[in-house]
């Protein structure tokens, strides 16, 4: 088995069988799925046994629900025990192209591409397949990770050749098994609980994955970390995939989402800049802040907002021992990623421009 495709899964039934349905036509074979339930409640945990039983996948069953850090990092652990070289994560209410793997597997096995860590494919809007969902994720100097191009035509040039992006959008990304053990090795671990609602405690087991994020902007800071390591992140437009959106949160906004992404954000910028770099972006970041907070209050969601940043804040000492040492020997690497957040600005800049102006702008 060269790749294995991880899905977790709460409280998500009715998107499994399209979704599985898709990967049973995949061209590339040497793929192996392995589903985690995460304590779902909706009568997935006896429903997913019949893809172990029919021999489609590898069903892991866990007792609570431990996020989505926590979900996928079990299924990694697996997917590295039985020998997978590279590990795909894919959200359940998604359906991917025929060829999807193989693309991803074939920009990774270019010469030369041994350095790249992730690769992120064109994600599509499952309701309406000209529209990008995400092509890759970007990251600003405002602390924002936004999905590159959503709401806008697939058609367009800007998004129709492979790019280094920040970040692999871990809804469908692929990731080299040996990138995500090489910034896994980095951590330190001890006994903790992880940051979601009803956390369990992971023990000193290795995790991939931030366990304390539990879910939301963990994808970013596994791509902020595989940068800091030197690794590239690629995008492609040749691997396709639709999704829904928000299968498992049910709404792009809520009040659970909107605290726990506010909180994420803090210890993201933390645990990834060394302090040169926090106190070159914090004018920028805390601008950033602000505007978030004006613009979760218009939407109704200004306490949530508030109380995730100040719980941020509030537990940044535990968060400290997830900070990535600075080494001199990846200060290069550290100016690639500040470059990157500049540049991305001006990409967010022209994608909200864009969506705003309606379809004659959207479709040049």
Partial sequence: MKVAVIIPNYNGLRFMDPCMSALSRQTYRDFRVIIVDNGSTDGSKGALKKYEDEGMARVILLPANTGFSGAVNEGITAAISEGAEYI?????????EPDYLLKMVRLMEEPGNEKVGAVSPLMISMNNHTLIDSAGDGYSLCGWAFQRGTGRKVILHKFDHVTDVFSACAGAAMYRAKALSAIASQERHTSRKNGGNGGRDIGESRWFFDPMHFAYLEDVDVSMRMRIAGYKILYTPDSRVYHFGSGTSGSKYNDFKVRLAARNNVWLN?????????LINLPFILLGVIVKQLFFVNRGFGKQYFNGFCEGIKKLPKVHEHKVRFRFKNLGHYVMMELHMITDMFSYLQDLICRKFGPSIKGR
């Avoid at 795909?88 to 991917?96: F, G, I, K, M, R």
């Avoid at 933390?270 to 926090?278: A, G």
């Fill in 88 to 96: 795909v994560l894919l959200n359940n209410d998604t359906e991917a």
């Fill in 270 to 278: 933390y645990k990834n800049m060394p302090l040169l770099m926090l």
